[in-house]
């Protein structure tokens, strides 16, 4: 089933053998405080919703953040849209993601989240996530193309990342880029490289939409949905 594939290849990746720049840390919550919590999260979502053999249409967002897929292990799915959404109850922890906010918005407007994960599969280009001292010396996130040696690094392990992926069984005629700046451009490079998809879709991303773009929600939900209607 699309599901053992799936929770293989996720419960199995790992950046250990990826030398990172100094001070940046791993975000992995399959492997920190609450990792027990997290992996029947994971296990849970992914064969509730991809028991199957359907090939799902693939989003790719940046890299986990800390109040979304850091904490959950489900991609752009706080704990609070993982109990009113997906039906997983969480314990031991509570978050809130605008990014979560809006995209649970979106898949409620596609139907919901059996109609929704019935077709579509969403990652990351980077499954793992990073952190950084901030200045107050708290650990902060960081994407993947904020710092340009950290991309360069894990180069070679998102390309492997993805064929894996795909080799699960997502569709490779079109792919949906979440976020239309330097995600889409990395993503381009590779796929230039690789051939990875035959089509890549750009949307706003979910954060960038929440805290700019706010008073046209209901225009981007209607975009997103578009879209993976026409895909």
Known sequence: MLADR?????????????????????????????????????????????NDERPRKLMLGINP??????????????????????????????????SSDFFYRMVRSTGGAD?????????????LGFTKAGSTGTQVNLNYYDDKALQKAITPFVVQWLRRLIATGMRTDEVFCIGTGKNLAFLNTLNAEHGFFARITP???????????AQQLDTYVTKYVDALRTG
Request: with cysteine; net charge positive.
């Open 6 to 50: 799936l929770l293989d290849l996720i419960l199995s990746t790992s950046l250990d053998h990826v030398r990172l720049p100094r001070g940046v840390r791993v975000l992995d919550p399959l492997r920190g405080e609450n990792s027990a919590e997290v992996r029947r999260i994971v296990r849970d979502f992914h064969r509730r919703f991809f």
């Open 65 to 98: 953040g800390r109040l979304g897929a850091g904490s959950t292990g489900i991609c752009f799915t706080d704990t609070k849209r993982c109990e009113s959404d997906l039906g997983i109850p969480v314990h031991g922890m509570r978050t809130h993601e605008p």
């Open 115 to 127: 109609a929704f994960y019935r077709d579509v599969y969403v990652q990351a280009i980077c499954p």
């Open 203 to 213: 949307l706003e991303h979910p954060r960038f939409i929440m805290q700019y773009r």
